[in-house]
């Protein structure tokens, strides 16, 4: 079994960067056969997608955070990390790394994933 530990939240001043970290753990797994994506939900706000990595490192981004942010991941350290830039007070919220076997469905979806991490706030404010 997978599981999923974040870190790097913290609060920042808009403009900013962070650098969030998911790191695997388990038993009995190849963690490159597993896509990664990252979710968010604000206060009173569903959860969003925000960034996912495939197996092959194909990147996908949600339309609000492409161009700010970079997904990445180091195979051998189990770790897929998001690299934000730029944050403004949207980008405030709980940030959750996800896991699903490769092919399993489509990133951008919540629903995709079965294996959830417990989320690192990301406060972004003046």
């Known amino acids: 079994q997978v599981q999923l530990a974040e870190s790097g939240g913290g609060l920042v001043q808009p403009g900013a960067s962070l650098r969030l970290s998911c790191a695997a753990s388990g038993r009995d797994f190849t963690y490159t056969e597993y896509s990664i994506g990252w979710f968010r939900q604000g206060q009173g706000k569903e959860r969003e997608f925000v960034a996912a990595?495939?197996?092959?490192?194909?990147?996908y981004y949600a339309d609000s955070v492409k161009g700010r942010f970079t997904i990445s991941r180091d195979n051998a350290k189990l770790a897929v990390y998001l690299q934000m830039d730029t944050l403004n007070t949207e980008d405030t919220a709980l940030y959750s790394c996800?896991?699903?076997?490769?092919?399993?469905?489509?990133?951008?979806?919540?629903?995709?994933?079965?294996?959830w991490g417990r989320g690192t706030q990301v406060t972004v404010s003046s």
């Open positions: 990595i495939g197996w092959l490192n194909r990147q």
């Open positions: 996800a896991a699903v076997l490769a092919g399993t469905g489509a990133l951008m979806f919540a629903s995709t994933y079965d294996i």
